[in-house]
T-cell receptor, first 115, second 113 residues
């Protein structure tokens, strides 16, 4: 069964460093998302991406965050100058198309720990 | 604004039936989703409702009442492996199929012998 894959599974970084989280969505999917989940809290939307541009972004997705799809398969989330409060599990998700039920398929997540 | 409420924790016995409720207040409505999330793992899709009524899928059923802003997830013949968090999520918006899902805080279900 096709799945969303994410790397790395766990990254530890120092405050102020840049981090890139990578995702390979399911190949025929058109819509891509990043969500995050701080330990013990709810899953929060960061950004959605369609047709090589951002569709929507939340208040969390400020100037320190960026996304891109550099080569037609990978979908990356970059966090510049990480802060302690960026420590969370980051989930990538993809959705097949606009007019199906529209369920999101989530990757296994990348756990980011900022020290 | 958006507000999705579900109980924080529930406990049920193996073999029993449990109902997890979710109420929501959102800007527009374009579907309600239930996801299962085991500790430390990704959410996995369980069910989807966009019209009023009951959707059944094996041991899992989900109900929606749009006028009441209410849904429930019904789990039958509970098994120990059903111990997980159950996330209620709403797709807002006026008809766009890719408006982001907004998640509730989740209900942590413990199944005991």
């Amino acid at each position: 069964e096709p799945e969303v894959t994410q790397t790395p599974s766990h990254q530890v970084t120092q405050m102020g460093q840049e981090v890139i989280l990578r995702c390979v969505p399911i190949s025929n999917h058109l819509y891509f998302y990043w969500y995050r989940q701080i330990l013990g809290q709810k899953v929060e939307f960061l950004v959605s991406f369609y047709n090589n541009e951002i569709s929507e972004k939340s208040e969390i997705f400020d100037d320190q965050f960026s996304v891109e799809r550099p080569d037609g398969s990978n979908f990356t989330l970059k966090i510049r100058s990480t802060k302690l409060e960026d420590s969370a599990m980051y989930f990538c998700a993809s959705q097949e198309g606009k007019y199906r039920a529209g369920e999101l398929f989530f990757g296994e997540g990348s756990r980011l720990t900022v020290l | 604004g958006q507000n999705i409420d579900q109980p924080t924790e529930m406990t049920a016995t193996e073999g029993a039936i449990v109902q997890i409720n979710c109420t929501y207040q959102t800007s527009g409505f374009n579907g309600l989703f239930w996801y299962q999330q085991h500790a430390g793992e990704a959410p996995t899709f369980l069910s989807y409702n966009v019209l009023d009524g009951l959707e059944e899928k094996g041991r899992f059923s989900s109900f929606l009442s749009r006028s009441k802003g209410y849904s429930y997830l019904l789990l039958k013949e509970l098994q120990m492996k059903d111990s997980a968090s159950y996330l209620c999520a709403v797709r807002e918006g006026g008809g766009s199929g890719n408006t982001p899902l907004v998640f509730g805080k989740g209900t942590r279900l413990s199944v005991i012998a």
